[in-house]
């Protein structure tokens, strides 16, 4: 168990010569720390299901279990006091801006080099946000998709869960199944979801949760199951 001077960081990312990388330039500007990897989505919400005392969590959007923003969204709405920096390769000024709307503390592009992400982790704990210097975060964001994503953030943890599996094609039993919850209660999400984001019905959702992901958030055939 850590004491109560330790920094407790996750790395959430399935490149293991990444998360080394990070792991090493957490290292390198805190001297009590505590670091927890996962490899897939499904490990990070494990480890915080676990131990949710978490003070930093670095987040991958592209790992297993995650499909465009859906990581980020649940991670906020499930754990709204943890600060999520998100470390990507698709470091394109629309992906960091959506990042930041959706919640997160700092977009770290992956491309850079060991200072900056020592410098960018340090100013985050901190508490400031840090994003790459040539971002505007200010630009503005496309009127339809502002929409979008006010109505995406309303949806519950447990909501985006279930739009994640209705975006992978699964069927009602397949994700009741998953989560160990009856088919009535996905039933009665999938309604929600519907009318939260305005759609008529489980495609409309999925291809509406794809459009604010900016393509990221890939479809699935979404049966009608």
């Known amino acids: 168990m850590t004491s109560p001077a330790t920094t407790r960081i996750v790395i959430a990312d399935d490149h293991p010569l990444f998360r080394g990388a990070l792991r090493e330039a957490v290292r390198g500007v ?56 998100v470390v990507s390769a698709s470091d394109d000024s629309v992906t960091i801006r959506r990042s930041m709307e959706f919640g997160a503390s700092g977009f770290i592009p992956k491309r850079f080099g060991a200072d900056t992400l020592r410098a960018a982790i340090a100013q ?9 210097p040539d971002v505007d975060p200010t ?38 199944y998953a989560l160990g919850v009856s088919e009535a209660t996905i039933k009665a999400h999938v309604s929600a979801i519907l009318q939260k984001l305005g759609v008529e019905s489980r495609t ?9 992901a900016g393509g990221q958030w890939r479809p699935g055939d979404a049966p009608a199951g």
Not at 61 to 83: D, E, K, V
Not at 204 to 212: F, G, L, S, Y
């Open 30 to 85: 805190v001297s009590e720390v505590a670091i927890v990897e996962a490899g897939s989505f499904e490990e990070l919400t494990a480890l915080l299901e676990q131990d949710g005392d978490v003070d930093l969590i670095l987040l991958d959007l592209t790992m297993p279990g995650i499909s465009g923003f859906s990581g980020l969204i649940y991670l906020r709405a499930q754990y709204p006091a943890i600060p999520v920096v």
């Open 139 to 176: 630009a503005a964001a496309d009127p339809e998709l502002a929409q979008l994503r006010d109505r995406l953030v309303t949806l519950t943890p447990q909501q985006v869960r279930v739009l994640m599996m209705l975006s992978e094609g699964l069927l009602n039993k397949q994700i009741a």
């Open 124 to 132: 985050v704990l901190a508490g400031e946000v840090w994003l790459p």
């Open 204 to 212: 409309q959702a999925v291809i509406a949760a794809a459009k604010i």
